[in-house]
């Protein structure tokens, strides 16, 4: 019995942003696309996480980078708070992105976290600190709570595509 791509739990994820859109100076609301792999799991996923939150900022929009996760590469997602978890458990689970972080004298700085939780409110993982983008100079703090949503997932046991079908 094979097990759909969708489907296979793994603890071995790792996570990037890929990109950042929000509206809204005060009241936001925020869409953003993440990287997810696995190994175990044999699936690379493109994520988007919709939602609303506030946000605070001086001068350009900016997408934190922490230089020690090599965005490139993206960051494994551990400690507190993490399980095992398909790319089908996070589709649909509710989450929070928290991002800080800027750009001044030619320096990047910035920290960005992400959530995701079960209907019962039971986290899949807790805070992970995941590398991205900058895209720009001043200082921007968010918080979002939202929506995962699987928008791609590539089985690198076949290297085919699957088809996204609704929950």
Do not use: H
């Not at 009241?27 to 175990?40: D, E, K």
């Not at 095992?84 to 458990?89: K, L, Q, T």
């Amino acid at each position: 019995m094979s097990i759909a791509p969708r489907d296979r739990t793994a603890s071995d994820w790792v996570a990037a942003s890929l990109a950042d859109r929000s509206f809204g100076d005060s009241l936001t609301v925020s869409g953003s696309l993440f990287l997810f792999r696995s190994a175990n799991a044999g699936v690379n996923c493109i994520f988007a996480f919709v939602g609303v939150g506030v946000a605070l900022g001086l001068g350009g929009t900016v997408l934190p980078v922490d230089v020690d996760m090599q965005p490139q590469n993206g960051a494994r997602i551990v400690g507190y708070g993490y399980r095992p978890f398909s790319a089908g458990d996070l589709d649909g689970a509710g989450g929070i992105v928290l991002d800080a972080g800027g750009e001044a004298f030619g320096q990047s700085f910035g920290t960005l976290n992400i959530t995701a939780y079960s209907w019962g409110f039971i986290p899949y993982f807790f805070l992970q600190p995941v590398p991205g983008p900058d895209s720009g100079l001043g200082l921007d703090v968010s918080g979002v709570e939202g929506r995962w949503k699987l928008l791609f997932l590539r089985d690198t046991r076949t290297t085919k595509v699957c088809v996204i079908s609704p929950k």
